[in-house]
């Protein structure tokens, strides 16, 4: 292709569609370059060794052109293309440090994204010939294609080019007359959006604007009476909110999704199982080989999934039109059950095309109907590589039937290779393929968090999201089995309240999808819910005489000394044997130099003091103020877990001199020091806390 053109007869002799697919390769290129077969001589030492199936075209720069042909005028074939190797080991050579975009020619659709380094693997039609345009991603919108000529713009469009300062991209087409023209414009991601298309041409062209927000491009379509170069500019705005960027190996939907990237797969589990599919699979679609008369498969798809189809030499069997036995598969409309089956010989292949890169569960269910003591390995291969993509497994002993389930994301081939002795069973077989979500993966990594308000008798439980969960149900059961929770939740956290101190409690999490399948129960997590006693505080008064002598009045099992700040000394803490932790926050913190020991801290609004205690005996705690400037503030101290107020004070300290504020407290407590705004100085301070 791209050389010579030879036609077999007179071109008013062909229908107007092959007319049109001719004209589409007209006129031939004079670059002097042709379309060279992709690893021509690999396999040439094995006798009847495949004719090319790729074929690459060097456009100039970085953008190919590669055909994919199947030769195979009666099944779907997977082609691949190496794109990183060298063309002496088979490969294309392009870029491997670029990535690329891949536009169909003749379907007229985006494939997808593919990294240079990567191969890129399609499933091509009976006797197709796929044209495939991959040029490197733009920062931004760029020329990918036109439907004018197979060359996807090469002879057809002119001076193509970018504007980064008014982000216009402009050039000129050649249009044919009464032959729409078609160009698609790639753009980076969905922010990109058209704000202007111009076309210098009268009103008699037609003109049309579609934009594919999702793959992010845009397709421009002309309509000219006439034979035209037609010069055109479109500018673009960037959206100031960005959208999701699609998928790069995302297909159109309805269409196998390529393997970009490679495919995965893991087998989730293997059970046996008779007949009765209803209610067990098949909830989202299923295909039931054989089943609807001879040699008719009973289809019904899901949106994700284009095409199932076997491998070579398969072929379907009905051994029961209507039966009771348990093992046969009951018909998608009750109408009883029939066994039915695909099978081959040795290896049967199951070609599975998804639409995206989603995780999909696909059940198959097995059957030993003329119990010959099959014994049947299943694997999954990536169709791009042919090699293993899941572990191997092995159904045996299924005379009553076998469902194992595997979980794909991409198109897959399951082959299942039959393991019996020749004597024994000479063939794989298969008698229901079935597709839903995945069953989620029990949630794991349970934690528990203590109680923030001791008051609500509270606990937060929470977990780690499971893979394929929709929704998760939690249950909760206290030491007599009794049930305290039960609740369905999109969440992966929940706060339990209205617990009894010193009970213990169980409680498990099951993970389900949106079909309502659910992963089986965890280990139940117990805890014993502990909340702390209440806290107590108490004025004993306040101390004007001391002064600034403290040494020998407070402080003699601890103390702190707030002081110092960023450009100045840290503050002082020695904290008694039962104190955990006492920290000062308040918005807009400052440190001043003041009266007692030199510093103070002070907030403009308010100060909060949170004293953790080792233990719940009473202490007394004291706190100083002093400044230069004077004191006036109001004091209150909370019991942090249930939000009581214990205590209320005041303090009034004049101008260089010291009050001293002592409290009977036992536990946790938060003091919170707010200034008086009627008074000056209009900030709360704090010189130091001690303990005794």
Same mark, same amino acid.
């Given at each position: 292709?791209?050389?010579?053109?030879?036609?077999?007869?007179?071109?008013?002799?062909?229908?107007?569609?092959?007319?049109?697919?001719?004209?589409?390769?007209?006129?031939?290129?004079?670059?002097?370059?042709?379309?060279?077969?992709?690893?021509?001589?690999?396999?040439?030492?094995?006798?009847?060794? /495949?004719?090319?199936?790729?074929?690459?075209?060097?456009?100039?720069?970085?953008?190919?052109?590669?055909?994919?042909?199947?030769?195979?005028?009666?099944?779907?074939?997977?082609?691949?293309? +190496?794109? %990183?190797?060298?063309?002496?080991?088979?490969?294309?050579?392009?870029?491997?440090?670029?990535?690329?975009? &891949?536009?169909?020619?003749?379907?007229?659709?985006? &494939?997808?994204?593919?990294?240079?380094?990567?191969?890129?693997?399609?499933?091509?039609?009976?006797?197709?010939?796929?044209?495939?345009?991959?040029?490197?991603?733009?920062?931004?919108?760029?020329?990918?294609?036109?439907?004018?000529?197979?060359?996807?713009?090469?002879?057809?469009?002119?001076?193509?080019?970018?504007?980064?300062?008014?982000?216009?991209?402009?050039?000129?087409?050649?249009?044919?007359?009464?032959?729409?023209?078609?160009?698609?414009?790639?753009?980076?991601?969905?922010?990109?959006?058209?704000?202007?298309?111009?076309?210098?041409?009268?009103?008699?062209? @037609?003109?049309?604007?579609?934009?594919?927000?999702?793959?992010?491009?845009?397709?421009?379509?002309?309509?000219?009476?006439?034979?035209?170069?037609?010069?055109?500019?479109?500018?673009?705005?960037?959206?100031?909110?960005?959208?999701?960027?699609?998928?790069?190996?995302?297909?159109?939907? @309805?269409?196998?999704?390529?393997?970009?990237?490679?495919?995965?797969?893991?087998?989730?589990?293997?059970?046996?199982?008779?007949?009765?599919?209803?209610?067990?699979? %098949?909830?989202?679609?299923?295909?039931?080989?054989?089943?609807?008369?001879? %040699?008719?498969?009973?289809?019904?798809?899901?949106?994700?999934?284009?095409?199932?189809?076997?491998?070579?030499?398969? #072929?379907?069997?009905? *051994?029961?039109?209507?039966?009771?036995?348990?093992?046969?598969?009951?018909?998608?409309?009750? !109408?009883?059950?029939?066994?039915?089956?695909?099978?081959?010989?040795?290896?049967?292949?199951?070609?599975?095309?998804?639409?995206?890169?989603? /995780?999909?569960?696909?059940?198959?269910?097995?059957?030993?109907?003329?119990?010959?003591?099959?014994?049947?390995?299943?694997?999954?291969?990536?169709?791009?590589?042919?090699?293993?993509?899941?572990?191997?497994?092995?159904?045996?002993?299924?005379?009553?039937?076998?469902?194992?389930?595997?979980?794909?994301?991409?198109?897959?081939?399951?082959?299942?290779?039959?393991?019996?002795?020749?004597?024994?069973?000479?063939?794989?077989?298969?008698?229901?393929?079935? *597709?839903?979500?995945?069953?989620?993966?029990?949630?794991?990594?349970?934690?528990?968090?203590?109680?923030?308000?001791?008051?609500?008798?509270?606990?937060?439980?929470?977990?780690?999201?499971?893979?394929?969960?929709?929704?998760?149900?939690?249950? =909760? *059961?206290?030491?007599?089995?009794?049930?305290?929770?039960?609740?369905?939740?999109?969440?992966?956290?929940?706060?339990?309240?209205?617990? !009894?101190?010193?009970?213990?409690?169980?409680?498990?999490?099951?993970?389900?999808?949106?079909?309502?399948?659910?992963?089986?129960?965890? +280990?139940?997590?117990? *805890?014993?819910?502990?909340?702390?006693?209440?806290?107590?505080?108490?004025?004993?008064?306040?101390?004007?005489?001391?002064?600034?002598?403290?040494?020998?009045?407070?402080?003699?099992?601890?103390?702190?000394?707030?002081?110092? %700040? /960023?450009?100045?000394? #840290?503050?002082? =803490?020695?904290?008694?044997?039962?104190?955990?932790?006492?920290?000062?926050?308040?918005?807009?913190?400052?440190?001043?130099?003041?009266?007692?020991?030199?510093?103070?801290?002070? #907030?403009?609004?308010?100060?909060?003091?949170?004293?953790? #205690?080792?233990?719940?005996?009473?202490?007394?705690?004291?706190?100083?103020?002093?400044?230069?400037?004077?004191?006036?503030?109001?004091?209150?101290?909370?019991?942090?877990?249930?939000?009581?107020?214990?205590?209320?004070?005041? =303090?009034?300290?004049?101008?260089?001199?010291?009050?001293?504020? !002592?409290?009977? =407290?036992?536990?946790?407590?938060?003091?919170?020091?707010?200034?008086?705004?009627?008074?000056? /100085?209009?900030?709360?301070?704090?010189?130091?806390?001690?303990?005794?």
């Amino acid at each position: 292709m791209f050389g010579k053109l030879m036609l077999g007869s007179s071109v008013t002799r062909y229908p107007p569609e092959v007319v049109e697919i001719i004209g589409r390769s007209l006129p031939m290129p004079m670059t002097g370059r042709s379309a060279r077969p992709v690893g021509l001589f690999a396999g040439c030492d094995e006798e009847g060794a /495949p004719n090319p199936e790729v074929y690459h075209y060097a456009c100039g720069g970085d953008d190919h052109i590669l055909l994919f042909w199947n030769h195979s005028g009666e099944s779907d074939n997977y082609i691949r293309a +190496e794109l %990183g190797r060298p063309p002496a080991f088979g490969g294309v050579e392009v870029q491997s440090d670029l990535d690329y975009d &891949v536009w169909d020619f003749w379907d007229w659709r985006y &494939v997808g994204r593919v990294a240079g380094r990567n191969t890129l693997t399609l499933s091509v039609r009976p006797a197709e010939m796929k044209t495939l345009m991959l040029r490197p991603v733009r920062p931004h919108p760029y020329l990918l294609s036109t439907n004018r000529h197979v060359l996807q713009g090469e002879i057809d469009a002119h001076s193509v080019t970018w504007d980064e300062a008014t982000r216009t991209l402009s050039g000129a087409f050649d249009v044919v007359a009464r032959d729409r023209y078609r160009a698609v414009l790639k753009l980076p991601d969905s922010r990109w959006q058209v704000s202007e298309w111009t076309l210098e041409a009268s009103d008699a062209v @037609g003109r049309q604007l579609r934009h594919d927000r999702q793959a992010a491009w845009v397709e421009l379509s002309i309509d000219s009476p006439e034979n035209a170069r037609l010069a055109w500019s479109v500018k673009f705005a960037l959206a100031e909110a960005p959208s999701p960027a699609p998928a790069p190996a995302q297909a159109s939907q @309805g269409e196998p999704a390529p393997n970009l990237e490679p495919p995965s797969a893991r087998l989730t589990s293997i059970q046996p199982g008779d007949g009765d599919w209803q209610g067990r699979c %098949g909830r989202q679609g299923y295909l039931l080989p054989s089943y609807n008369g001879e %040699g008719e498969d009973a289809v019904r798809l899901p949106t994700y999934i284009s095409a199932v189809h076997w491998g070579e030499n398969a #072929a379907g069997w009905v *051994f029961a039109r209507a039966t009771s036995d348990a093992r046969a598969l009951p018909l998608p409309d009750a !109408s009883g059950r029939r066994l039915g089956a695909v099978f081959a010989r040795n290896t049967l292949d199951v070609y599975i095309e998804t639409t995206d890169r989603a /995780p999909h569960a696909v059940t198959l269910y097995c059957v030993d109907f003329d119990r010959r003591g099959r014994r049947q390995r299943l694997v999954v291969l990536d169709p791009g590589t042919l090699r293993p993509i899941s572990p191997a497994a092995t159904l045996e002993d299924f005379q009553e039937g076998v469902y194992a389930e595997v979980v794909i994301s991409g198109s897959a081939i399951v082959r299942l290779t039959n393991l019996a002795p020749y004597d024994s069973a000479r063939n794989a077989v298969l008698s229901g393929v079935f *597709f839903d979500s995945p069953t989620p993966r029990p949630p794991q990594a349970f934690r528990l968090h203590e109680p923030q308000l001791a008051a609500e008798r509270a606990y937060r439980l929470s977990w780690e999201p499971s893979p394929g969960a929709e929704f998760y149900r939690l249950l =909760v *059961f206290d030491g007599k089995g009794n049930s305290v929770v039960d609740e369905v939740l999109r969440e992966t956290s929940y706060e339990v309240k209205g617990l !009894s101190a010193g009970k213990s409690y169980r409680w498990s999490v099951e993970a389900r999808n949106h079909d309502g399948v659910g992963a089986p129960l965890g +280990e139940p997590a117990s *805890f014993v819910a502990r909340f702390p006693a209440p806290a107590r505080a108490e004025w004993l008064g306040a101390d004007r005489d001391t002064g600034s002598n403290w040494q020998n009045v407070y402080g003699k099992a601890g103390y702190v000394l707030f002081a110092g %700040g /960023p450009d100045g000394p #840290a503050d002082v =803490v020695h904290l008694p044997a039962f104190i955990a932790s006492a920290t000062a926050t308040g918005e807009r913190v400052n440190w001043r130099d003041g009266v007692l020991s030199g510093s103070y801290t002070c #907030a403009f609004d308010q100060i909060m003091l949170h004293v953790t #205690a080792k233990d719940r005996r009473a202490h007394r705690m004291t706190l100083a103020f002093a400044s230069g400037q004077g004191c006036n503030s109001g004091i209150e101290i909370w019991d942090p877990h249930y939000e009581t107020l214990l205590c209320r004070a005041w =303090v009034a300290a004049p101008r260089g001199e010291t009050r001293y504020v !002592s409290f009977d =407290v036992a536990g946790d407590v938060r003091v919170v020091l707010s200034r008086n705004r009627d008074c000056f /100085p209009k900030n709360a301070l704090l010189s130091a806390v001690y303990w005794e």
